[in-house]
């Protein structure tokens, strides 16, 4: 399963990437970006890389702001504000709001235009939107929790504080539009729209179970992956002490979602069962798997609910671009649905590449890898070794593919913001003894998991930095 995603150009040719996709009206034919169009207002933002270029969310023209689309407690998608800041408390009854904005001890972070306040209880969403003021100096602060409750007092370390204007309405923001399925097949695809002009392609919809779903794949490189329902819950519970009859709780309050999703067994490379959401059940004991034993526990105040029919999840296709060019772009294509990925293909290093913002203020697209993990070789932890690790799952588990690369993060420097990583060649697989520090020097298993050595760090300039613009 795969997840998502400034600076100087490198030296070299560009060679500008021609999209296949369907037209701004939902038609066929070529059209450059995919159909993408910035509007009057909301300007889409680009990082290119040696002629390709892909979208990185929006300029708000209006507000000078950075913003990504999200949805709403009232239902609406706007295109709110980036920046992490989030609304704390100055005083023990959570009756001052102030704005909170995670520091660090390395870096300073600008101060933000806006902070968003999010919803308590079951959905997780903008609520509400307020102005930065000045900053402001603190000796404690507090949260509210979903029930109101206040919490704290929290020591101000590692965050800056700023006063708040007056709320603002949410129609501050540009509000975005996600338009009516079109295709003639089982999937088809919904674009989103803005009064301004502003035109992106959105995301899918499956005909067949009623539903928006995403493309999702088990491993860089497949070519082939499902269309998973938006908004699913996690059968993470079982009514039965072998734990093979699956439950969703839900909060008290909450509605049940449609679909909840189930993972029968460790293998990384397993993908998950959707079934419909059933009828409420009474469950006063409940069973968690704790890694392959059934224990009892309880649902508490949380409503039960049976596990419905399993869902056929559709099949979607997925190939990169073929481009003249360094870098490709990577699309799903099924029954005229035509988006692209998150990720690029890297043709010189033969590899899917995800987009980093880094340390240095660059954004560079680095090769798909597996973790760097810093181990030892002796029992008393002195001799340190750099080794990429390879989860395996429980035996009888499929192997994952093995990448040709290995990520290592490093921690940001004095007065650095952002993240920093080195790139790796994975080398032989390391079968000697190793040691791992958590407090004492232990040995470290390795039943469910492969250890490779790792070459020098490749420079990073072998990864050109993205041109980050807007239209």
């Known amino acids: 399963m795969v997840a998502v995603l400034a600076g100087l150009a490198s030296c070299g040719p560009t060679v500008p990437i021609a999209d296949s996709g369907p037209s701004p009206e939902g038609g066929p034919g070529p059209v450059a970006d995919d159909g993408a169009q910035s509007g009057a207002r909301l300007k889409i933002q680009w990082l290119e890389l040696e002629g390709t270029r892909t979208w990185n969310g929006f300029y708000d023209a209006a507000l000078a702001i950075t913003c990504h689309l999200r949805t709403w407690a009232d239902g609406t998608t706007y295109c709110s504000p980036d920046g992490g800041a989030q609304v704390a408390y100055a005083d023990a009854s959570c009756g001052q709001a102030i704005g909170r904005v995670y520091r660090g001890t390395s870096c300073a972070p600008p101060t933000p235009a806006y902070v968003l306040q999010y919803?308590?209880?079951?959905?997780?969403?903008?609520?509400?939107?307020?102005?930065?003021?000045?900053?402001?100096?603190?000796?404690?602060?507090?949260?509210?929790?979903?029930?109101?409750?206040?919490?704290?007092?929290?020591?101000?370390?590692?965050?800056?504080?700023?006063?708040?204007?007056?709320?603002?309405?949410?129609?501050?923001?540009?509000?975005?539009?996600?338009?009516?399925?079109?295709?003639?097949?089982r999937l088809g695809q919904r674009d989103y729209t803005s009064a301004d002009g502003m035109y992106l392609p959105g995301t899918v919809h499956d005909a067949v179970a009623g539903l928006d779903c995403y493309p999702t794949y088990r491993y860089a490189g497949a070519t082939t992956g499902t269309c998973v329902p938006t908004d699913a819950g996690y059968l993470d519970y079982f009514r039965d002490p072998t734990c093979t009859d699956a439950a969703l709780t839900v909060p008290e309050g909450c509605v049940a979602p449609d679909f909840a999703v189930r993972y029968d067994d460790y293998c990384p490379t397993t993908e998950g069962r959707y079934f419909a959401v059933g009828a409420e059940v009474p469950s006063p004991s409940l069973y968690v798997d704790g890694n392959g034993t059934c224990y009892p526990t309880t649902a508490g105040t949380d409503h039960v609910f049976e596990t419905g029919r399993e869902l056929a999840l559709a099949a979607i296709h997925r190939s990169h671009d073929n481009s003249n060019g360094r870098y490709a772009l990577i699309h799903y294509d099924t029954d005229g649905v035509h988006l692209r990925d998150t990720v690029l293909y890297d043709q010189e290093q033969q590899s899917e590449c995800f987009l980093y913002p880094l340390a240095d203020g660059t954004t560079r697209c680095l090769p798909n890898a597996n973790?760097?993990?810093?181990?030892?070789?002796?029992?008393?932890?002195?001799?340190?070794?750099?080794?990429?690790?390879?989860?395996?799952?429980?035996?009888?588990?499929?192997?994952?593919?093995?990448?040709?690369?290995?990520?290592?993060?490093?921690?940001?420097?004095?007065?650095?913001?952002?993240?920093?990583?080195?790139?790796?060649?994975?080398?032989?697989?390391?079968?000697?003894?190793?040691?791992?520090?958590?407090?004492?020097?232990?040995?470290?298993?390795?039943?469910?998991?492969?250890?490779?050595?790792?070459?020098?760090?490749?420079?990073?300039?072998?990864?050109?930095?993205?041109?980050?613009?807007?239209?």
């Open 119 to 185: 919803s308590d209880g079951c959905a997780y969403r903008p609520a509400k939107l307020y102005p930065t003021q000045t900053k402001i100096a603190v000796t404690s602060w507090y949260s509210k929790g979903a029930d109101g409750t206040c919490f704290g007092p929290y020591a101000p370390a590692s965050y800056d504080f700023y006063a708040l204007g007056a709320e603002l309405p949410p129609s501050t923001l540009a509000p975005v539009t996600l338009g009516a399925p079109f295709g003639a097949g």
């Open 371 to 471: 973790s760097v993990t810093t181990f030892f070789t002796d029992a008393a932890c002195t001799t340190a070794i750099d080794l990429m690790e390879v989860y395996l799952g429980e035996a009888g588990c499929s192997p994952p593919p093995l990448t040709s690369f290995a990520l290592k993060y490093v921690p940001p420097a004095a007065n650095a913001c952002g993240t920093t990583y080195e790139v790796h060649a994975a080398m032989a697989q390391y079968t000697g003894a190793i040691y791992a520090n958590y407090g004492s020097c232990t040995p470290y298993a390795t039943d469910r998991s492969a250890l490779y050595r790792v070459g020098p760090a490749i420079p990073m300039t072998t990864f050109p930095a993205a041109i980050s613009s807007h239209d």
